[in-house]
Each structure stands twice: as structure tokens, then as C-alpha cells.
């Protein structure tokens, strides 16, 4: 049994896989269930090539984006707490994979969950990108990639 999971969180369909997923789990109560939304700053910003006139505005765009933020992960909490898991949210502002490897190694993370929409281009992932591969070369832990579940539908005779 898993004592502390990660769960990646962000307020779309595809990340409350991720929660649906820790929830089919079912961990002790015991259990340590971090969850994580992650504030994406704009490209730009990370490399540090952004006008000084242009601050105030980055600023203001962070500091609205941590507050829908806030609001998802006040939700995904109140999702896994009402399965009645035990858990402990974190607000980051950075590059998911590289918090979620920061967090996962620091914690003692051993799984990861996050998850996945076989339906949409990778351009359109909230992880931008090919998350899922990155994380599985930067975490030490399990990962564990929740994806929509199939529909079947019923076989003609």
C-alpha cells in the first residue's frame, strides 16, 4: 500500500482523472495524499527575457492565475477529503514536471498521479507536451498516468 501519493491537479477533465483514480485506491486513511496545482508562468517569464514595462502586467496575470488556481485546488481538496483521505495541498508556480519531481523527492513520494486525455492533441494537454514520458525520466517513484475510461460499446451479433 502507497503511504504518500502525489496527486497532480489543475481543474480540468483530464487532471480529475488523476483524483477519480486515488480515489478507485483507496488509501489507509493513514495515508499521506498530497495534492498539487501547479501556476504556470508564461514562457517568457521563465527565461527571464521580458520587458521591464511588462512586469506589472506579469504580475498581475500570476497573481490571477494563482487565485482560479486556489479555487481548483480548494475543489480537488474537497473531492479526496470527502472520500475520506487525509490531505495536504500545495500551491507551486513553476513547471509541473519540475515541481512534481521537487515535491515527489522531497516528500518521499511513492506514486505520482496524474492524468491523461487519450482524446486531445498533445498541443492541447494542460501538461504542453509530452508530460507523461518526461515524468516517468525525472520521477523515482511510481507514476501512475490516469486516462479517460474507454467506452465500450456493445458488440452487434
Known amino acids: 500500500m502507497y503511504r504518500k501519493i502525489l496527486v497532480a491537479y489543475n481543474g480540468t477533465k483530464e487532471s480529475r482523472f488523476a483524483l477519480n483514480e486515488c480515489i478507485r485506491l483507496a488509501p489507509d486513511p493513514s495515508a499521506e495524499v498530497h495534492l498539487v496545482v501547479v501556476v504556470t508562468p508564461p514562457p517568457y517569464l521563465l527565461v527571464g527575457e521580458y520587458a521591464a514595462a511588462a512586469v506589472l502586467s506579469v504580475e498581475e496575470g500570476l497573481a490571477a492565475e494563482r ?85 465500450h460499446t456493445p458488440s452487434k451479433k
Open 67 to 151: 487565485q482560479k488556481m486556489e479555487i481548483e485546488l480548494g475543489e480537488g481538496n474537497a473531492m479526496l477529503t470527502g472520500a475520506g483521505m487525509r490531505v495536504i495541498n500545495h500551491l507551486e508556480v513553476g513547471e509541473p514536471a519540475d515541481i512534481i519531481q521537487s515535491l515527489s523527492q522531497s516528500l518521499g513520494i511513492e506514486l505520482v498521479i496524474v492524468g491523461h486525455s487519450r482524446h486531445k492533441p498533445l498541443a492541447m494537454r494542460w501538461w504542453r507536451g509530452s508530460m507523461d514520458a518526461m515524468l516517468v525520466e525525472k520521477v523515482r517513484c511510481s507514476l501512475l498516468v490516469a486516462g479517460d475510461p474507454v467506452q
